[in-house]
């Protein structure tokens, strides 16, 4: 299989980048996101940079995981990877490619692309945003406004929830299943020589405890203050931040650790998170998650015995594989049984496919 990286390039008026193949070379006279081949050792987001210095002698910044496509040109498997990224500058000069273009995005469906970036060309279009392109900015301000209010409440609910319940979930026990989880997580992060562990909901610091116990080097981060100073009590190392905007560099990490905390996240706003997990793992690295599904829900739970009552969004199995395999390769999916009734716990556990 062959890695190769494609930049979805937006300049300051919110065009994107496109170019035509010349000919002699593949998918001549086809249009394509421009990008090139990984070599060894290489991040995407580094191809990337220096595909489109030497193809089209302009700077880029990528910013953003977009989408994974493998297409198969006869016997040839290409892995094509996607980054949303920002023209930085740079008067293009082509090389590989005999024309360029700034498109708007409605545009995109008079070109006839390479078969691999169809994919990404779909998934441009089908945006939502992408369909506002004749609503005046202001309202598609307003709207974004509006869900980022909405987001906020989300979040402080969270914290306040959390914050009251600190000292309670610190000494509740650990309940039988979750230690088995936890135990064959242990053993997955040994197999996989992981060292280093980003624990995000963290909570009081039991599992993150766990694992440094067990001599992994481990991080935690957790939006609540009052779970981060009984982190910190504990002797780890601990932060408070959210995760959708995980303060830590590409690649930081070789796993990451999310026992029922991105149940907390409105389903509009999981590409989000998703998005910072892959962007701070390494490539190949272990992604741990684990969900209370089985049912859909995405709001206020009404059940629950919180106060402030916390957000809960729930999947059915089926959804919330589609869903992951956007983003990770699923290297094992099971449930346990919660009770008649309730929502069952789904484990899931993924891999970082850039590599």
Request: one cysteine or more; proline letters at 3%.
């Amino acid at each position: 299989m062959i890695q190769v990286a494609a930049a979805i390039i937006e300049n300051e008026q919110g065009r994107i980048l496109i170019a035509r193949k010349r000919t002699g070379k593949p998918q001549a006279d086809m249009w394509e996101f421009p990008g090139g081949k990984l070599e060894a050792g290489e991040t995407p987001q580094e191809c990337l940079k220096r595909e489109l210095r030497e193809e089209m002698q302009i700077n880029i910044e990528p910013y953003a995981w977009f989408g994974t496509n493998d297409h198969h040109y006869g016997e040839k498997h290409i892995r094509l990877i996607a980054y949303k990224a920002r023209f930085i500058g740079g008067a293009i000069k082509l090389t590989d490619h005999d024309e360029f273009r700034w498109v708007d995005l409605h545009e995109l469906g008079e070109y006839t692309f390479a078969p691999a970036d169809v994919k990404f060309v779909e998934m441009l279009m089908a945006d939502k945003r992408a369909m506002k392109g004749d609503e005046p900015l202001g309202e598609v301000v307003a709207e974004t406004e509006e869900n980022n209010e909405e987001l906020l409440d989300v979040k402080s609910t969270l914290r306040q929830a959390y914050d009251n319940h600190a000292d309670l979930r610190n000494s509740a026990e650990l309940e039988g299943w979750k230690a088995d989880e936890r135990d064959h997580v242990l053993d997955v992060f040994r197999s996989h020589h992981v060292r280093s562990i980003l624990e995000i909901g963290a909570g009081p610091g039991r599992d993150s405890l766990f694992f440094k116990e067990h001599g992994f080097d481990i991080t935690a981060v957790d939006l609540s203050e009052e779970m981060v100073r009984l982190c910190k009590e504990k002797g780890l190392r601990a932060r408070v931040m959210d995760f959708y905007h995980l303060d830590f560099a590409d690649c930081s990490f070789d796993a990451v650790y999310a026992m029922n905390c991105l149940l907390h996240v409105p389903k509009a706003q999981l590409h989000v998170v998703l998005t910072e997990i892959k962007r701070i793992l390494k490539p190949s690295g272990i992604f741990y998650l684990g969900l209370y599904g089985g049912m859909s829900t995405d709001g206020i739970w009404e059940q629950d015995s919180y106060k402030p009552k916390r957000y809960f969004a729930m999947y059915p199995d089926e959804e919330i594989e589609r869903i992951i395999k956007g983003y990770f390769q699923i290297e094992d999916f099971h449930t346990r049984f919660m009770g008649e009734g309730n929502p069952h716990f789904q484990a899931i556990l993924l891999r970082n496919y850039i590599s």
